[in-house]
């Protein structure tokens, strides 16, 4: 039985579905970004514990072809990340009234939320950057592919918006020539706000070079490795991360 509908919102002309939990208005809230193969719901029940731990409301959105959301309108092409950070999310925070935000990305969700902190116009508190992607190296890509082959597992493949063609045009066009040079050096390098860095120790996507690479462009990281996990650490460790993100959130307005 699928849970009921989140509400939706309108940016540019498209309807993409959002949630929140929690409280705490007072304080900058927490936007949530999800991976490539991703959407609101697959957050499961880290927003609200995390809501729950740090008393700041907790936001998320599925991007366009995800979830609740519209299908995409064009095809997936080069250049799809910084559209995202640039015009979407400045768009989606100026809709849902989040003048101060701190975002919270995993995977692509990192980078973009790293590529808005570094580039957009409008004020950016902290990033969680979760296994952030930086570039494209021939592990990542192989990764994509075993991805690709094994398909989409069952909560993606029963949403409402088109996920299988979304996911076919992401993993063939991460794993081609669009993207064979990619990397958002230029953009991270205009990241001022603190910065916490989390990644799995035994992440077959992202290797530690992704994070030290980090270290190199931003002016304020901590990073962290967690040990016993994978790709995605709020999953294997929820409560390790919630920890983490608890004690950088309490130094940010």
């Known amino acids: 039985m699928l849970p009921p509908p989140m509400p939706s919102i309108r940016i540019n002309e498209y309807s993409y579905e959002y949630a929140w939990w929690g409280a705490g208005e007072e304080k900058a809230p927490l936007l949530l970004l999800h991976e490539a193969a991703g959407h609101a ?16 409301r907790v936001y998320a959105y599925s991007r366009l072809g995800w979830g609740e959301s519209e299908p995409l309108p064009s095809p997936l092409a080069a250049g799809y990340l910084e559209k995202e950070a640039l015009d979407v999310l400045p768009e989606l925070r100026t809709a849902l009234r989040l003048d101060r935000v701190i975002l919270i990305g995993f995977q692509e969700g990192a980078s973009i939320s790293l590529i808005h902190a570094g580039a957009s116009s409008m004020p950016v508190e902290g990033v969680i950057a979760i296994s952030p992607l930086l570039s494209v190296d021939d592990a990542l890509k192989a990764e994509i592919r075993k991805l690709h ?41 205009g990241v001022t706000c603190p910065v916490l860095g989390l990644r799995g120790e035994h992440d077959g996507f992202t290797s530690p070079g992704h994070l030290e690479r980090l270290g190199t462009l931003v002016k304020q990281l901590e990073p962290v490795t967690l040990s016993g996990c994978r790709h995605a650490p709020h999953v294997d460790k929820p409560a390790a991360v919630v920890t983490a993100v608890s004690a950088f959130a309490r130094l940010l307005p």
């Open 41 to 56: 719901k697959g957050w499961g029940e880290f927003p609200r514990r995390l809501a729950e731990a740090i008393d700041r």
């Open 149 to 189: 082959q094994r398909g989409l597992p069952e909560s993606i493949e029963a949403t409402a918006a088109d996920p299988d063609r979304t996911f076919d045009q992401w993993a063939r066009l991460w794993t081609g020539p669009a993207f064979a040079q990619w990397q958002m050096d230029d953009f991270v390098r």
